[in-house]
């Protein structure tokens, strides 16, 4: 029972707290990771891969991966309603309130406050992901070599994305879905991944 109460006091707080969508949860992610152990760091970088490229909402698809892997079906619904009630409480009563307050200053500057907020959880969140995928600290650490350190497979794949994404004319304009697909399909050809 207590696994259920923590996984939806754990998630409650990310809900409530990242504000700016699915990869501002991320650092609330790593700090789950650290304080309960459910998953490592590989695994959180192989969630947001699937999160991002499966249909729904970051934050709750990763929640629900981590409520199952963690409890099970039930744990998987405890911990997405953890992630989203927060955000059900808050609508309710900005709902509320609203039409009373929509034209306030203060209230259109605290929204306009909270963008360079959401923007800097994000960027932590997109370089802490970075990171992950392109350096190996634990292999650089155990070896001391600088060619450990630096995922050369990964600096590959990440300049192909880019070039096909940015740079080749007949590719860039393709829907993401097909550049999703394709990563997709090279992560699990050549076993990519964090865990």
């Given amino acids: 029972m207590m696994i259920f109460v923590r996984l939806f006091f754990e998630f409650f707080k990310a809900g409530l707290f990242a504000i700016g969508g699915g990869m501002a949860t991320l650092p609330f992610l790593y700090n789950i990771s650290d304080k309960t152990g459910w998953f490592t760091y590989g695994q959180l970088a192989d969630m947001v891969a699937i999160s991002e490229s499966t249909p729904g909402p970051m934050g709750v698809n990763?929640?629900?991966?981590?409520?199952f892997t963690t409890a099970g079906p039930a744990g998987a619904v405890i911990a997405t309603l953890g992630l989203i009630t927060p955000s059900i409480i808050v609508i309710l009563i900005i709902a509320g309130f609203l039409k009373a307050f929509k034209t306030n200053k203060y209230v259109q500057n605290a929204f306009y406050g909270l963008r360079p907020?959401?923007?800097?959880l994000i960027a932590a969140a997109g370089l802490s992901v970075l990171s992950l995928v392109l350096l190996h600290k634990d292999a650089f650490a155990a070896s001391g070599?600088?060619?450990d350190l630096i995922s050369i497979r990964?600096?590959?794949?990440?300049a192909v994305l880019y070039y096909f994404t940015a740079v080749c004319k007949k590719t860039k304009g393709l829907h993401p879905v097909a550049f999703i697909a394709a990563s997709a399909v090279i992560g699990v050809v050549?076993?990519?991944g964090g865990v």
């Fill in 154 to 158: 990964s600096i590959v794949l990440l």
């Fill in 62 to 67: 990763m929640a629900t991966y981590v409520g």
């Fill in 190 to 192: 050549l076993r990519f």
């Fill in 117 to 120: 907020a959401s923007t800097g």
């Fill in 145 to 147: 070599k600088i060619t």
